[in-house]
């Protein structure tokens, strides 16, 4: 299988600059999901990387060749689109010998691609068929199964998932997953708009933010440290709360006192020019924990959400805040319109200067925390 090397990507339509500097090195067998909000550029990003969109600038290498000028069908590489594409008048098993044929091998290769594809994604009673009379989540499998039997270097995957309902999704998303481990040595990239999808999938995330990459990392290293407070925003749900403060004491912990009111030691070294420093002090949602002691926040409980296992709790904005999220265990209603006051582990604690994390400035880096 194949490794890629984008060495700064641009895409330009006309003097409009859609993705820049895009530096990035997949090894063979990962899979890489690319992620962000709407009008990122992930998608075309892909579509560069299957020859499908130009590359205004900089190089795309697969197994150290350059393709920037190689046609699509020479690149070693299978899509699965967003939608299904299947031809509705063949059956499961003529949608996935078409591209066989049309390269003219033989019949008993086709059947035996066929056959093992199949097999993989448990569509062997379902060869005979018609799309029409399958689900959206067989259809999509037999996509998947429309890419495996060509035997790719490289598979891409376009939001396959976003056409299916919830239940469907999260079925999917398993047979995706168990699809990787069956082929291990498969190189694959995944686009989705959807971060359970990459938390659950990913060996990395790449996180594009206006047309750049914003951090590339694994899931546990993007969510215990994100590189700045876009990325800490963007993974995890609900998103973590940013409380205004000012940096008052520094050395082994911080100190930081809170446009709120409260106050948070936070687990991070610090020197003395950082003393007055005006930052914002991440915390997330389910660190969030009642307190008699010091707070990080207090305020009273506008909105509970009770999803069974956790309940949300929305805080009424006070002047010049945004709205603060805490993620409680259990089902805890009662708390609504009373005033409750919030800790945090300080291990568990973020700050960002200017949108950009402290812990990426020079100071050392702490070990993530072992529980998340």
Known sequence: MADLKLTKVEKAYGDVRVLRDIDLTIEKG????FVGPSGCGKSTLLRMIAGLERITGGTLEIDGRVVNDV????RGIAMVFQSYALYPHMTVRQNMEFALKIAGQSRGEIA??????ARI?????????LPRALSGGQRQRVAIGRAIVRDPQVYLFDEPLSN???ALRVATRIEIAQLKEKMPDRTMIYVT????????LASRIVVLEGGGISQVGTPLELYTRPRNAFVAQFIGSPSMN???GEIVETGAETLVHLDSGGTARVAMPTGPEDRGLLVSLGVRPE???ETEGPALYEGEVEITEALGEVTLLYFVPRDGEGQVVAKLPGIRSELRHRTVRLGADPARLHLFHEGQSLLYRGHEILPAPEAV
Do not use: G, S
Request: hydrophobic share 50%; net charge negative; proline share 10%.
């Open 71 to 74: 046609p699509p069908a020479q």
């Open 287 to 289: 660190d969030l924990v």
């Open 242 to 244: 940013l409380l205004p």
């Open 193 to 200: 708009h959807d971060q359970v999808e990459a938390m659950t």
């Open 164 to 166: 299916l309902d919830a």
């Open 30 to 33: 990962e899979l890489i999901v």
């Open 112 to 117: 035996k691609a066929v056959e093992n594809a």
């Open 121 to 129: 994604l448990q569509l062997t009673p379902y060869l005979d068929r």
